[in-house]
């Protein structure tokens, strides 16, 4: 085991595995964090803790993924190489490690315009290929980036990484996977996807390539909570393709909230199906409270003790 982590022994066994997201708050009201944690608890078995998720300034992933750990639950913990240089890096990881953290997503990070700091400056000493290979240094070869400098003690973790199957070029994705595999990645999570044909010709690519044995790939979900925020979503945010069909469905239904977790509980029954999906990765943007309905209906449920 690279980690021993509740994911990594779901993973390794075989099981479709769930996890789900949290936000950290604007500040340091810990309350927020436990309320939307219970929200979660029980119906996942990890779950991400973001990162300054657009460029907005909250609580650091690695105090929440701390107090989660306090709470009994597991932490995927989300780094981006946005706001830090390889020496915050390394530093962060083993103070990560040190507070039993065991799984770390790598990511770039969205761009500092995108937030509420419009004046601070992008770092990206290293891209997130970099920042998984530099993860895997210190884990395998227990030295510093360089591998000149021993490290004191063990860094233990399972390392994961994002993946777009719907960003253009196309035809590039999974090439783009494959070099995060070959840096180091041990499990994927993908962004939310509504275009499942377009998804599946991705997986194709993908099995392919033999990528789907090498690595562990959890695919994203978001449900809709309304007409509007599928419309919104379809036309500003990048990478995300919302077929017609499925904004119609939203937008028409009488109760626009409930259609949007049918379609999400639609779609994992059909990525469950699809060879090379390891797991779901929930998404449900402010609306933590819906996640156990939809693993219930879903058939997720009860989410595996394992040893």
Same mark, same amino acid.
């Given at each position: 085991m690279k980690a021993g982590s509740n994911l990594e022994k779901i993973l390794e066994k075989r099981i479709f595995a769930v996890t789900g997201e949290l936000g950290?708050?604007?500040?340091?009201?810990?309350?927020?964090?436990?309320?939307?944690a219970e929200f979660l608890k029980g119906y996942v078995d990890a779950i991400n803790i973001t990162d300054n998720q657009t460029a907005i300034v909250r609580m650091s992933s690695i105090a929440t993924s701390s107090i989660l750990i306090?709470?009994?639950?597991?932490p995927v913990m989300q780094m981006t190489t946005r706001d830090r240089n390889r020496i915050a890096i390394q530093s962060d990881v083993f103070g990560a490690t040190a507070l039993g953290i065991k799984n770390m997503l790598c990511l770039t990070g969205d761009h500092h315009t995108f937030g509420n700091q419009v004046d601070s400056k992008n770092v990206h000493d290293l891209d997130s290929i970099q920042l998984i290979d530099c993860v895997r240094t210190l884990r395998?070869?227990?030295? =510093?980036?360089g591998g000149e400098e021993k490290?004191? /003690?063990?860094?233990? *973790?399972?390392?994961?990484?994002?993946?777009?199957?719907?960003?253009?070029?196309f035809e590039f994705r999974a090439i783009r996977l494959g070099k995060k595999v070959?840096?180091?990645?041990?499990?994927?999570?993908?962004?939310?996807?509504?275009?499942?044909?377009?998804f599946k010709?991705?997986?194709?690519?993908?099995?392919?390539?033999? =990528?789907?044995?090498?690595?562990?790939?959890?695919? /994203?979900?978001?449900? *809709?909570?309304s007409g509007g925020m599928a419309r919104y979503m379809a036309k500003n945010v990048s990478g995300i393709i919302i077929p017609d069909e499925i904004i119609d469905r939203v937008v028409k239904a009488k109760k626009p909230a409930e259609e949007g977790i049918k379609i999400c509980v639609e779609q994992i029954q059909e990525l469950r199906e699809i060879e090379g999906v390891r797991g779901v990765h929930i998404m449900?943007?402010?609306w933590e409270q819906m996640v156990s309905k939809i693993t219930e209906m879903a058939g997720l449920l009860p989410r595996p003790k394992v040893e």
């Open positions: 950290p708050p604007k500040g340091n009201d810990v309350n927020v964090i436990k309320r939307k306090q709470m009994e639950l597991e395998d070869q227990g030295t =510093l980036l490290i004191e /003690g063990e860094v233990k *973790l399972l390392i994961g990484a994002a993946e777009n199957p719907f960003a253009d070029p070959a840096a180091g990645a041990d499990f994927i999570q993908t962004q939310c996807i509504y275009d499942m044909n377009r010709e991705w997986m194709k690519m993908v099995r392919d390539r033999g =990528l789907h044995e090498k690595v562990h790939i959890l695919a /994203g979900v978001t449900p *809709l909570k449900a943007i402010e």
